[in-house]
């Protein structure tokens, strides 16, 4: 039977980064305690919760310290161990379960998920050895990406190939590591993500269509609403909403699409938990991804989403943050979002600065002329 969860009670949260540290704060002002647990003492969420567990994500026995302390359950990324979430429901309420667990944190399971529910997917093989490969390579032709099958964020774990002219020891290094996944690169027009919350009830907050851009496999801009045809923004909510059901959806989804230059729709990927695309909703929006989400693992009731106004978010990497603060009081349209990671390093997500705007491809042109960025 779901249990309702009102203010006082206490919400576990495992994993404290950014995503952990926007979901505490959004748990914080609707009343609740929050606990953390994340390996690095003083990590970004735990600087606004109430209590820290300093532990490895896989330590049963310090989830099980937090189980028994909080009244829900939630988590920030999706690579926790789903038999370890089924063994702490026994000491609380985890209402998102495990089902999108098992099929997201896997590749293989995530394709066939797609496949077998007839939603548009890129042609792709499995490949265990340099042979399966080499197969691989004659069923799909270049251009190509080689992806790990478990693990890999931000473009880790990734090899993309564009001709035969490719190194095969960077292809045999990564087959070395498991089991992989070959996928065709599609000739992309665009890249968009639906981010949309649930309640137990199957009741969605779906957000407006996102479209990003990607620099070196990492999230650059996310604009919003996306630039995108009527059709299109169809056919992904209808798609949205379908996976939401059939995985049992409860708290905040990222579905992300490939859109070619024939406007052919792709899941690209499906991410169980808030998502850096979806960073904007915080000033957009009458609500946040990260509100939907606590509304959705309390189950409350799943409000209509507003867009307030066009919104563009910039994400600001280790090379990006210090510079980025040079500038502030230049700029009264930034909204400013500092993580708080004591250890800033090149390609590491440490903020996000995001523009309200009405005129979204003006905006987006002074962010890449902004010098900050040209790294």
Request: charged letters at 25%; hydrophobic letters at 35%.
């Amino acid at each position: 039977m779901n249990k309702v969860h009102l203010p006082g009670e206490t919400i576990g949260i495992i994993g404290g980064g950014q995503l952990g540290q926007m979901m505490a704060a959004s748990a914080k002002e609707k009343g609740f305690k929050v606990i953390i647990l994340d390996p690095t003492d003083n990590c970004p969420a735990a600087q606004v919760s109430d209590k820290q567990i300093v532990a490895e994500y896989d330590d049963l026995t310090s989830l099980i310290t937090l189980a028994k302390e909080c009244d829900v359950l939630t988590y920030e990324f999706e690579n926790v161990d789903a038999e370890t979430i089924n063994e702490i429901k026994k000491y609380t309420d985890v209402p998102q379960g495990s089902k999108a667990l098992l099929v997201t944190q896997n590749r293989i399971r995530e394709k066939e998920f797609i496949s077998e529910n007839h939603f548009p997917v890129v042609p792709h093989a499995i490949v265990n050895s340099v042979e399966d490969f080499v197969i691989a390579i004659s069923k799909l032709q270049y251009p190509i990406i080689l992806k790990t099958v478990e693990g890999g964020y931000d473009g880790k774990g990734q090899l993309r190939i564009d001709d035969e002219g490719y190194d095969k020891d960077e292809v045999e290094e990564l087959i070395s590591k498991g089991t992989c996944i070959l996928e065709s690169r599609i000739s992309l027009s665009k890249e968009v993500s639906v981010v949309i919350s649930s309640n137990s009830d199957h009741e969605h907050s779906v957000f407006p269509l996102i479209e990003n851009e990607h620099h070196n496999n990492i999230l650059h801009i996310s604009n919003c609403p996306a630039r995108v045809g009527t059709s299109i923004s169809v056919e992904t909510y209808e798609i949205a909403r379908s996976i939401a059901n059939k995985l049992d959806l409860v708290g905040t989804m990222c579905i992300e699409f490939f859109i070619d230059t024939e406007n052919k729709v792709y899941v690209n990927e499906i991410a169980p938990r808030p998502h850096n695309s979806g960073h904007l909703t915080i000033e957009a929006c009458n609500i946040s991804q990260f509100d939907a989400h606590i509304l959705g693992v309390c189950d409350w009731k799943m409000p209509e989403v507003k867009l307030f106004e066009p919104a563009i978010m910039v994400n600001l990497l280790g090379q990006h943050l210090e510079p980025a603060k040079n500038q502030i009081t230049d700029h009264e349209d930034w909204n400013f979002h500092d993580y708080g990671k004591s250890d800033s390093k090149y390609n590491r997500k440490m903020g996000h600065i995001t523009i309200l705007t009405e005129d979204v491809d003006s905006s987006i042109q002074q962010i890449k002329e902004n010098p900050i960025w040209n790294d």
